[in-house]
């Protein structure tokens, strides 16, 4: 078997095994989030990062919800990476934006974040912060979720269906499921553009 096939055979694995009711979950949250004026900030690292990027533009656009990306402004994170530490970037910054009980985290990463590996640190503070003031949280991550799963109030996890490529995976499958929120006629507020020139 080449390796393209096993790829694709793993990618449609994982498709059959994704939990859909966790994903009509986070579409709820978001909607409850929308509905009560709350704003949407997405975290993620390395891959995710370029994901939460992507993901806040669709979230903005096509779902109506003020959304933002900590990791979009490379002089505030550069800074306070400087300055502060990496591991306190995302608390920080959700601090100086006033983080509150009507606002929502979703977190996309591979493995959730996990203190006792020193893994992803950030996202935990910034995960404890959200517990604290009373935001809600969603995730999209691999592997067993991490300290993400733990604390949600909704996360997809993307299933391991080979332990040699859980990042590619879970990395690719955050676009799959958040394409899949904004997409969701419970969210959807807005036409994407070649939906719309297709219909005239």
Request: glycine share 8%; charged share 20%.
């Amino acid at each position: 078997m080449s390796y393209a096939i096993q790829h694709l055979k793993e990618t449609s694995e994982i498709i059959s095994k994704l939990d859909t009711e966790a994903c009509e979950a986070c579409v709820k949250e978001l909607v409850a989030a929308r509905a009560r004026g709350g704003r949407l900030f997405i975290l993620g690292v390395g891959g995710s990062a370029a994901n939460a990027s992507h993901a806040v533009n669709d979230f903005r656009k096509i779902g109506g919800l003020e959304a933002y990306a900590p990791t979009d402004n490379v002089s505030e994170l550069t800074a306070r990476t400087n300055d502060e530490g990496w591991a306190s970037v995302f608390v920080e910054w959700l601090k100086g934006s006033r983080l509150n009980a009507k606002d929502l985290l979703l977190i996309l990463s591979v493995g959730g974040g996990n203190i006792e590996k020193n893994v992803s640190p950030n996202l935990v503070s910034a995960l404890q912060l959200a517990k604290e003031v009373g935001a809600h949280i969603i995730g999209i991550v691999g592997k067993d979720g991490g300290f993400t799963a733990k604390v949600a109030n909704a996360c997809v996890i993307v299933p391991t269906v080979n332990p040699n490529n859980i990042t590619p995976h879970s990395e690719a499958f955050q676009a799959v499921v958040w394409h899949l929120f904004v997409s969701h006629p419970d969210l959807k507020m807005n036409q994407t553009k070649w939906e719309s020139v297709l219909q005239k």
